[in-house]
Every structure is written in C-alpha cells, then in structure tokens.
C-alpha cells in the first residue's frame, strides 16, 4: 500500500523558485500497474524521484507499507531503496564494464544476500526475463536494447522489492520490443504481486494499466 | 564479486589510460626513490667523512706555511704548553730546513724549474738582503743562489712525514727513532736513485757524516725527494735547539677537538696558527649537505607531483562516472561502498605505479646518484667496464652493462635501508590518501537523483 499525501517540491532557480510538484496526493494497491503520464516537464521523473527516495520532498509524506520514507535518515533511505525499490530506466543504467550477471548480483549485494546465493538467484533472475546463459555473460554494450532492458528488469526485482518504478522503460526500444517489455512488467506484477509504478509517454501502454495518473504542472488532473 | 575486486577492475578499465596514469605515477614515484636514496647516500658520505675525520689538530708557526711566509719557529716552552694541554693523547713535531750545496754533500733530486727559480729571485740579488738578517746562523748568510735544495725534516715520529697519514713505507733498510739524537737518516726514494745511496752508505750534512738507516718511498715526488732525520738531530745541527716549524697533536676524542683547539688559542695566542682536521672535513662536505637539502625538496616535489597526478585522474574518473556512481547508490549501494570502490581503485594505480616507479628508481637513482656525488668506488668500476667493452666487442659491452646494472642494484639497495623504503612507502600512502579524500568528498555529493536526468 502506497499512500502519497500533499506532496510538493520545489526547486531553487535562478529566476525564482519552481514547483515540480505541487499537492500530490494518491494511494496505489500492493501489486497494483499503475502508471504516470504527462508532458516533458510535468513533474513526472520528480515524483517517481521522490516515491524511490531518491530525493527529499519540500513537503508532504510518502507511505510505504505504513513507514513514511520522506522522514527516514540517509541511511535509512539507501536501504529502503536497496530493499524495497526496484528502478526500471529509460537508459537502462547498467554499469558498463560488468557483465549482465554481475550487474544482478551488484543489487543482490546491496539487498545483503549472502555472497555464495548471489551467483545461483542472479541467473535464476536472468534466466526469468529471457536473458540465455551465454548472454548474461556479456557486457552491457554487447547487448541489444531490449536485452539491456530485461538485464535491467532482472536487477529491478533481484530483491523482491515492494515497488518497482519504471521510468520511460519502453522509451528507447522500438515498439515491438518496447511491448515485449511491457508485457513481461505486467506479467511479473501479476505473479509476484509487485506493485508497478510506470512513468510513460505512451497512451497504448497507459490504457493498458490497472490505472493511469495524469500530471500537469506539478498537479494530479485524472 | 566484492567491492574491493570491483576497484581493481575499474583500474583496469580503459588500459591506454590507466596506462598514461600509472606511466606518470610512476616516474615520480621513481624520482622519489632515487631522491631518498641520492639523500640517504649522500647523509651516509657526510657521516663517513665526519666520522672518518682524524682527530689530529696542526699547530704550526703564526704566518709559516711550509717554507713560505715569516715568523719565529715554536720554542720548546710552547711545545711543552701544547703536550701538556688536556685530551691531548700524543704529540708530534718536526723542524724542517733546506739544505744547499754548503750545507750538504747531496746532489738535489728536484729540478729547480720555474717554480723553484721565482721562489729564489730575492736571494740571487746580492748580499744586502741577507745581511739585513744578520740573526740568522753564519751557515745560512752567504748561500749561492739560485739553486735546487733538499729538503730536510727533523721529526719525532718518521711516520708523520707519510702523505696520508698512515706509516711511512720503507721500501730497504729499517726506519729511525725520532726520538734519539744520532746522527742517522732515512732517505726518499728520488735522492737515494740520484745520489746512488744505499742503506748504510752515508753522506755529508751541516759538515756532519750522516748514516743512511733506511729508503722509503710516498709516492709524492716533493717527499720522495727529501731526507728525514731525529728532530734532535736537526734541532743540534741547525743550532736551533728545542725550536720546531709544526706540531702535529692527536686529540683523544673527536667530540673533543673543538674544545682543544679553542683551548690552544687560549694559550698560544697569536703566536701559531691552528688547524684541525675535523674542521677541513666540515668545510669539505657543506656542500654535500646543500645536495642533500637539494634532495629532500626532489622528495616533497615529486610527491606532490604524485599526489597532483592521481587527484587530478581521480577527479577526472569520478566526474566521468557521475551517472554510474548516481545508478550505484539508487540501487542501494551506500556511500562507503562507493568510496571504498573508488579509493581502491586509486590504490591499485599507485601499487602498479609504484611497482613501476620503484623499479625506474632503482635503475635511475644509481646513475643519480653517481652524478651527485662521485665516489672512488663508483669511478673504478666504471672504467673497469668500459675498459671491458673496448676489449671484448659486443658481449663484453653488454656483460658490461649488466654489471653497471647489478652494480647499481647493489648499489641502491644497500642504500635502501629499512628507513627509507618506510619513508617511500609512507609517502606513497600519501600520495594515495590525498588522491582519493577529495574525490571521495565529490562522491559523497553526487546524488541519487542523478539517474533520472536524461541527456
């Protein structure tokens, strides 16, 4: 259970402050596909910013199965995002010089699994989103884009995470593979009833969620 | 797959780079080896000279040097105010004269040549200078001049006449007892050849038949050239009694050279002139010790430079990784994490640089070192090898040059003593700390955040 009250954030420019958000509230189902649309500069990439702790809202509180993460300490928020987030993005952000199975197990390492379980779970996961055994020996960049996505995915869920917030996951990849992707999010949501958070530009892939927020200056408008 | 092995990795990630970076770490690295040890080597010189300085203090008549300058020998009652001085353990002295062809039946073994002649010009100018001295014994008053003389030296201890120091070589024959007033001598090797003397033959002097005792032989042609004899006998001979041209006094203690010499100021005033072989060694090695002071800023520069090098390649890596670094901590890698990645991967190009530089080091610092400060050792094996590659062609050139190496090998480890490897591996922990405290420091900074700004 997500429950976002009264979120707000503003940015210190220097022509003045800036609201990228202002007043978002919302609550989103465990296990839920929900997903974010909007235009460039709505506030979108803000707000799953600040659902993955990866930024401090100004005001407002973000819930998370009942402990609000915007009043947690540093510390506290790298392990909630190591734990309980998992992040799907628009550029994939592997770490170029590890191969597709290290990239896993660097996550796996972060959640705190023991180093001898890391190796068998990281090609399990592989394995899950369609990576073959000699491909998730290979470097980010001797990978396709849709494979470096589904890389991505498995390094998403390597820790069981309550919420994974995607990004544009399909932003890059042409539409067939961009599809696939979609399909194998929505899958994984269903069987490990992860909740799904997926910020897009895409009205197809929208319409296909269990529910759709819409972003305007900062504001939720549907 | 562990954080540590993560850091080693990146080291190597893009190897032209990593390259250029260890390349230039480890030239200094290199440089900073070869300062200690150029520093250490030329400390140890300065120690060795100091400590190898005698304890021997000369004492010789105010304005007389050799037989240049004026003024009154030391009479008997100095010479005694000298043994009697403390931490004076024992004492020499000698009285030296030239003897003519009036004075002696001895034929010069030294030409007189332009040196000789211009020390003579006053004397060959008539009478008036030397009745103008009319003091001076009846014997010296009326010396055909210009021409060559032999030098004579009355001394209590032969062996002092020796050129370094050590005893006198006496090449046939035995040495003589300073001590005794006979009429006895030993003879250089030059004057003997020219006179055609032996052991036991004898010669005329001051009108007296002098005994051959013994040849010796110094290998300075001045000394080889001369005669030495009781400093009795001479002191008789002369008709100088009790009066020397210099005191050689050896002091029990080198701690305490300084303070017999100010002691024998004290004394003797400004009667004698005092010069003290601990003192020659300090004036003789000032500047060795401005080449150490030079060696030690070659230290604290190349470090810098080292530190410089791999701050500045850090910076570079960690602002190129920004978005990586972004990416690690949103998947949950902490801070520590990160830094510790990126100080290890610091550390591994100053390990390979200094493996590197260490190696540069010992190749160059011998070299270096030479250069600093040539010793006798040094110059000897040189020419020893080149020597060797005129000989043998090709291969003895380069057996040659593998001496020089293990040469300098030997050379530099035995100068590499426990402190100064500390002291490298002190300042490259150094090198390294401050290369990754400010990049860590812009890690720290680097938000999360990151990751979602799309470029």
Redesign the interface.
Known sequence: MLIVKNLSKTFSTASGDFNALDGVSLTINTGEFASIIGKSGSGK?TL??LL?A??IPTDGSIEVDGVDIAKLSA?KQ??Y???KIG?V???Y?L????TAL?NV???L???GMP?SKRKARAEQLLTDVGIEPDEQLRKPTRLSGGQQQRVSIA?ALA?KPAIVLA?EPTGNLDSETGKKIFDLLHRLSRSENTTIIAVTHDMDIAGKTDRTFKLKDGKITA | MNVISRGIKNALRSPLRSGAIVLMLAISIGLILSMLVARSSVNAKIDDVKSNAGTNITISPAGVMGFAGGGNNLTSAQVAQITSTAHISSTSATLSDQMGSTDTNLTPSLSLGNFGTRQMRFESSGSSSTSSTSAQPSEFANRPAPTPRTTVTGTTNPDSVSANGSSLTITSGSTIDGKSSKLVSLIGKDLATKNSLTVGKTFTAYGKTITVSGIYSTGNTFQDSGVIMPLATIQNLTKQVGEVSSVTAKVDSGDNVNSVVASLKTTLGDKADIVSQAQQAADSVSSLQSIASLALAGVIGSAVAGAIIILLAMIMIVRERRREIGVIKAIGGTNRKVITQFVTEALTLTIIGSIIGLGLGVLVSGPMTNSLVSSQNNNSSSSQTSGRGFGGGAGAMISGGFNRISSNFSQVTSSVTPAVFASAIGITLLIAIIGSAVPAWFIARISPAEVLRTE
């Open positions: 990439s799953l910013g993955g990866l930024d510390n790298t392990t995002r190591a734990k992040f993005f628009q550029q952000n770490i170029p010089n590890l290290e197990m660097l996550a390492e972060f959640g180093m390094r820790n990004d």
